[in-house]
C-alpha cells in the first residue's frame, strides 16, 4: 500500500505542542522535550507516527480503533501496544502517554 505524498510532507514538518512544562517540538525523528534537562529523544518509525498523532489530539483521548486507522503500517492491536510500550520506554517520563481504561490513549499535556 503506498503512502499518499502528502503524508510524506507532513512527516517532514515541525511539529509543536505547548504544555504546561513549555512547547514540544518534533523535527525530523527527533521529539524536543522542554524541561530542565530539555531533552531530545530520536525515535523509530512506529513510536514517532504515533508522537504525532497524539500531539496532534492535543491531549485528547485517541480510541485504538483510531489509531489503528491512522497508523496504517501499525496492523494490529498487538502492534500498536508495542508502539505504545516503547514510545513510554524512549520518553524521559513515560507517564507523558496516559492509557485511557476502555477509551484510549492521550499524551498528558
Known sequence: MAIPAHQHADEDQVLRLQTR????????????????????????????ALMRALMKAQGAVLSREHLLAVLPHCGSEHALEMWVSRLRQSLPDP???????????????
Open 21 to 48: 512544562r513549555g512547547d514540544i517540538r518534533i523535527t525530523g525523528d527527533t521529539v524536543h522535550l522542554p524541561g530542565p534537562s530539555a531533552a531530545a529523544v530520536q525515535l523509530a518509525p512506529g513510536p514517532l
Open 95 to 109: 507517564s507523558m502517554v496516559k492509557t485511557v481504561v476502555k477509551r484510549g490513549y492521550r499524551l498528558v499535556v
